[in-house]
């Protein structure tokens, strides 16, 4: 016989528990979901959740919800019964009372909302993906072909800063002549990649292509300007839009500011308390101010300063603790003992190489996989990379917002990278004549409209420099992932040059050879056991291979 609950189960009426089934997953335990519910109800519930002592699901019943002649009926909240309503009124009552007036900002972190964001450049979208809490899942150019325009040109942006001056139409030639020569290459380069790699009889003809095309793209995307349109899928609370729109907002670029109108309109539709701070004077309007005063006073501030720079390498590890295996160790046993962690850093500094080595292996530990990870104390360690790499790879890194990373204005300055296959292909020529168009076009819209509109016309193959800092923690994550098989050549080349340099340059070698799953070895079709895996995959579950790429 089961042993009863060990948690009280509140009594509900048939009534209540009837309404309850119809906004929570359960009604008699203590772990449950939220449903149905407009975003800013899920909020405000929490938010008095906080200073109650009621539980959720008695406060929606006492203070939330109430019948269709008060309230708003189940249709406004998603559904399709109008038998009763919610309080949306009092929900947004709630978070003007607690929200504005008290300034309590993490009531702005309890409901979520998410946003398409569609037909936006690839400018716009490293704006828009600039904030750590929030998800994102942009467009891939890895997987897709930009060879096809979308409605009367290909799918790039015309930015309003250029619309309608002389340099538009140079701008327009000058974009079609990087997607046609990217259209133009996409078969040569799948011939030279099918001639170099036959397919197996192991795999079927749709592995086989998605892996090709998968190539193509890689090489290919080095074309693609940063004007070149993505979509960008967002799933954020409220306070993290907030934070967006007030940059956006006082962004230089237009398009970037015309956006946060649209995704303001949109948001308030679904929330409106959770961005009701953006356009009030006197909040949202005084931060926007002050974020583009003090960019526009840096600008100036960084143009006074000039200093010359020799060449560097792709990678560059400028800063790390000579101590970090040391700390990490004393990080690893401070759990375990009851030990202050002065006395225990101490006690590294004093301890033999091999009493180090003990306490990180076993720290450490038997990892089966990437996903098996050591503790907070390899965050001990920290490493500051700085990077100049081409825009495609940038994109790809700059996706892990956890670390912290800063990236500089995106320009011609430092040259432009050329894929092998484009050379074996004898297409250098037309990839050098792409190049130089759009950096001579780079040069005159700089002159006329400024260095941060001409960023639209600079194609992905252009290095850009970026710093990148991280603890070892992010580091086995970062470098572990972005080494993989699969992965696209060029960030896997940065990636294992990271944790060469670890190991290397900074010396810490424990936390390097740690680093297991880290892969250096190099692979002619990358993707091909990835399509093979998820092939199997799909014959497992038994799903048809699909008849077309998507």
């Known amino acids: 016989m089961d042993s009863p609950s060990a948690y009280f189960t509140e009594p509900f009426t048939s009534d209540e528990t009837e309404i309850l089934r ?9 772990v449950f979901a939220l449903i149905n519910l407009p975003e800013v109800v899920k909020g405000a519930l929490f938010a008095r959740y906080s200073r109650s002592p009621k539980s959720v699901r008695r406060l929606f019943l006492d203070e939330f919800y ?40 993490s009531v702005a972190q309890l409901g979520g909302i998410h946003l398409a964001c569609e037909q936006a450049s690839n400018v716009l979208t490293k704006v828009l993906e600039w904030g750590r809490v929030a998800s994102y899942l942009e467009q891939s150019t890895r997987y897709m072909l930009y060879d096809r325009p979308l409605g009367g040109r290909y799918r790039y942006a015309l930015p ?3 619309g309608g001056t002389p340099l538009a139409a140079d701008y327009a ?18 011939a030279y990649y099918g001639d170099l790699y036959p397919r197996s009889s192991e795999d079927s003809d749709f592995v086989y292509r998605s892996t090709i095309r998968a190539r193509v793209c890689d090489d290919l995307r080095g074309l693609l300007p940063a004007a070149t349109l993505s979509n960008v899928g967002i799933y954020a609370s409220g306070q993290a839009y907030e934070m967006l729109l007030l940059r956006m907002r006082g962004h230089r670029l237009t398009e970037v500011r015309r956006y946060a109108d649209l995704m303001l309109v949109e948001l308030e539709k679904v929330a409106p308390a959770f961005l009701r701070r953006v356009t009030v004077p006197d909040r949202g309007g005084a931060w926007t101010s002050y974020l583009a ?20 390498p792709e990678v560059t590890l400028v800063e790390w603790d000579p101590e970090a295996e040391a700390k990490v160790a004393a990080a690893a046993l401070y759990r375990y003992t009851d030990l202050p962690d002065d006395v225990l850093l101490d006690w590294a500094r004093r301890a033999g190489d091999a009493q180090i080595d003990e306490v990180m292996r076993t720290y450490v530990g038997e990892r089966g996989n ?28 700059q996706r892990h917002r956890m670390l912290t990373i800063e990236w500089q204005r995106l320009g011609t300055s430092h040259g432009y990278l050329t894929p092998t296959a484009i050379t074996d292909i004898s297409a250098g020529p037309d990839w050098d004549d792409a190049m130089a168009g759009a950096a001579a076009l780079y040069e005159r819209v700089a002159a006329a409209v400024g260095r941060e509109v001409a960023q639209y016309v600079v194609p992905l193959a252009f290095r850009v420099r970026f710093f990148m800092q991280l603890n070892a923690r992010e580091a086995f994550h970062l470098l572990e992932l972005r080494t993989g098989e699969g992965g696209h050549p060029g960030y896997r080349r940065v990636c294992q040059e990271m944790h060469r340099q670890i190991r290397d340059v900074a010396g810490h070698r424990r936390i390097a050879d740690a680093m297991r799953f880290v892969d250096h070895e190099d692979y002619g079709l990358g993707r091909l056991g990835t399509e093979r895996r998820a092939a199997a995959r799909r014959a497992t579950a038994g799903v048809t291979e699909p008849e077309e790429i998507v």
């Open 22 to 30: 119809r906004f929570f997953t359960n009604t008699t335990e203590p």
């Open 66 to 105: 109430e019948a269709p002649d008060v309230g708003v009926s189940l249709i406004a909240a998603g559904l399709s019964d109008d038998s009763a309503g919610v309080r949306l009124r009092r929900a947004e009552e709630l978070y003007e009372r607690v929200f504005t007036q008290y300034g309590d900002d």
């Open 160 to 162: 309003a800063e250029i």
């Open 173 to 190: 030639a000058t974009m079609d002549t990087l997607f046609g020569t990217y259209a133009a290459l996409t078969g040569r380069l799948t």
């Open 293 to 312: 005063a003090t960019a526009a006073a840096m600008e100036e501030r960084a143009a006074a300063e000039s200093t010359p720079v020799p060449d560097r």
């Open 370 to 397: 990437r996903r098996h990870k050591p503790g907070r104390a390899l965050e001990r360690a920290g490493y500051r990379f700085d990077i100049l790499c081409d825009y495609g790879i940038f994109r790809d890194l």
